[in-house]
């Protein structure tokens, strides 16, 4: 099982630039959302879904775009890149239910927009 | 704002020792997690406690949630040095226990 695949690892962007990070997993989970983590900041979520065709914004949506056509891939947009979005991006996914259940991580994507 | 705080923001140990870490939130929750994440890795799962759970245990460490206090402690006893990572909490909120909201992490340094 390869979990949660996130590409790419690394990525620098001019700042305006546009760029889509991807995120798929294949365990069939309902749940996915991705998160930026900064230094001293923990995990910020962005947007998350929670199955195809539904996603709904995070602590902190502005600057990126999400969609989620199938159950697998759901890639985030950054839709004009600013130095404040220099970070590390992580792709998560969960299965639905109503007890609980633990997220599965993807490697991250560092990005740094100069 | 985020829903989790650590506490400490790092901890420093001898090789053998016992780690304590704590972990406080804002709302009412469906579940808290524990997550560890070596340096430039993504976070890995390591126990799961749910808000009608007081006490949890898995291998050498031991989680306790106090819903009326809104915090839960980790545990990691006899310590090594291949613990050292960051650990951070996770709440799943009870209105909206399909979000997973963390905290901002504890840094623990194992010394052999």
């Known amino acids: 099982n390869a979990g949660v695949t996130q590409t790419p690892k690394f990525q620098v962007l001019k700042t305006g630039q546009s760029m889509t990070l991807q995120c798929a997993q294949d365990?069939?989970?309902?749940?996915m959302s991705w998160y930026r983590q900064d230094p001293g900041m923990g995990l910020r979520l962005i947007h998350y879904?929670?199955?195809?065709?539904?996603?709904d914004q995070g602590e902190v949506p502005n600057g990126y775009n999400v969609s989620r056509s199938t159950t697998e891939d759901f890639p985030l947009r950054l839709l004009s890149a600013a130095p404040s979005q220099t970070s590390v991006y992580f792709c998560?996914?969960?299965?639905?239910?109503?007890?609980?259940?633990?997220?599965?991580f993807g490697q991250g994507t560092r990005l740094t927009v100069v | 704002s985020q829903q989790g705080e650590e506490d400490p923001q790092a901890l420093s140990i001898q090789e053998g020792e016992n780690a304590t870490m704590n972990c406080s939130y804002k709302t009412s929750i469906n579940n808290l997690q524990w997550y560890r994440q070596n340096s430039g890795r993504g976070l890995v799962h390591l126990i799961l406690i749910r808000s009608n759970e007081r006490e949890k245990h898995s291998g050498r460490l031991r989680v306790t949630l106090d819903t009326s206090k809104k915090s839960s402690s980790l545990l990691i006893t006899a310590s090594r040095a291949a613990d050292t990572a960051s650990y951070f909490c996770a709440t799943a909120p009870e209105d909206s226990s399909y979000k997973l909201i963390f905290g901002s992490g504890t840094r623990l340094l194992v010394r052999p």
């Open positions: 365990m069939n989970h309902e749940y």
């Open positions: 998560a996914s969960r299965e639905q239910g109503s007890r609980g259940a633990e997220a599965f």
């Open positions: 879904s929670v199955g195809a065709g539904i996603t």
